[in-house]
């Protein structure tokens, strides 16, 4: 008899995951991929935590056309080499539509496996402007404005807001912070106003930065702009401040982050950074920080908002196309509204979305504060 009971839990439980049998293999699933450990975890883990949020709310409501929605979560650690594993092991769990990655590398290198599987993919995150404008990715949206627009922010108010004319741009030699510096150098150099007095990169992960803090010392620079993230960021600033450098210090959204605060400590004080633009007056974003409260007893982190806005895009597209069919959720992304933390949006033909932007900030009083 015990052994009878055992055959049958087991075809059971096997039939719980044969495709077109039970529920677990009639839901929609919903992968959610990047940085979940890590230095850069604190970038990631909002978008997990966002993706949690819409998905309970929508399958409290009966899911979509009567299926439920299962999320998928997959770290990739913001690497691109771990992240085409993390694309490869999604896709052979058979996910329809993915809500990442965070950084723009790794991004960047997962598209192409997606796209071979017919995967959409919508990052809250990555800005690199090539995953939009040059064409080779079909399958990529973002709510987040890309790094062109964040540069010229950051240029304009160094020559505008602060006057400068000395700057000295650094990255960090990836795919995000060198392609944002790069924009950085063309704007300053065509506005015809200031110098770029050196145009530098420096190697991810090293304990030091004293060589690049001293050439910037040397160089004479008012300011500095940097691309990259917060870790490498948080040291140079540190090592500038000790050596009494007054320098401006102008960063971008991977340095917009609390755990930059909390690293660079007192030292942050002062710092710029470009983000996205303030929306804690819309409605859909105050209920959505306050059940991010409730279920979590914390403040949302970084790119939450643009996380819940991309669950809540990509799950309308399905809904909407009646079908996670790539072409059909592209054309639903593409010409329906849906109404997000971060505006009402919709996508354009590259898979920008349309009205979203960058604000400046600057840490004051141990928090960032938006610059008006």
Do not use: W
């Not at 999604?90 to 965070?102: E, R």
């Not at 593409?334 to 600057?362: K, L």
Request: glycine content about 10%; proline content about 3%; some cysteine.
């Amino acid at each position: 008899m015990k052994t009878t009971v055992n055959r049958l839990a087991a075809l059971v439980l096997g039939l719980a995951v044969v495709p077109g049998l039970g529920l677990a293999a009639d839901t929609i699933k919903l992968g959610v991929a990047g940085a979940h450990s890590g230095d850069l975890a604190s970038y990631g883990l909002p978008s997990v935590n966002a993706a949690k949020l819409v998905v309970e709310q929508i399958n409290a409501k009966g899911g979509i056309d009567g299926r439920q929605v299962e999320l998928l979560v997959e770290d990739d650690v913001c690497k691109p080499e771990v992240a085409t594993n993390t694309a490869t092991k999604l896709v052979s769990d058979g996910v329809h539509v993915v809500l990442g990655h965070i950084c723009s590398g790794a991004t960047k290198a997962a598209l192409p496996i997606y796209n071979n599987a017919g995967v959409v993919v919508m990052s809250p995150s990555a800005t690199n402007p090539a995953l939009t404008q040059s064409g080779d990715y079909p399958n990529f949206f973002r709510t987040i404005a890309s790094d062109d627009a964040q540069a010229r922010t950051e240029v304009d108010f160094a020559l505008d807001v602060l006057g400068l004319k000395k700057i000295a741009v650094i990255h960090d030699k990836g795919d995000y912070g060198k392609g944002l510096a790069e924009f950085a150098k063309s704007f300053l150099e065509a506005s015809g106003r200031a110098e770029v007095v050196l145009f530098e990169g420096v190697t991810p992960g090293a304990v030091d930065y004293s060589a690049v803090v001293q050439k910037i010392k040397r160089s004479g620079a008012e300011a500095v702009i940097f691309g990259g993230y917060h870790p490498e960021a948080s040291k140079i600033v540190t090592q500038m401040r000790k050596k009494r450098m007054n320098t401006y210090f102008i960063s971008d959204d991977g340095v917009k982050d609390d755990t930059f605060i909390k690293v660079a400590g007192k030292y942050a004080e002062g710092v710029y950074a470009t983000g996205p633009k303030d929306t804690s007056t819309n409605p859909i974003s105050k209920a959505a920080v306050a059940a991010h409260k409730q279920a979590f007893s914390a403040d949302p982190g970084a790119f939450y908002e643009n996380a819940y806005a991309a669950a809540q895009a990509l799950l309308n597209a399905v809904d909407k196309a009646d079908s996670t069919d790539m072409a059909a959720v592209r054309q639903a992304l593409q010409s329906n509204d849906v109404d997000t933390p971060v505006g009402s949006i919709r996508f354009d033909e590259r898979g920008d979305a349309v009205g979203v932007g960058f604000a400046m900030y600057q840490v004051k009083d141990g928090q960032y504060v938006e610059v008006k």
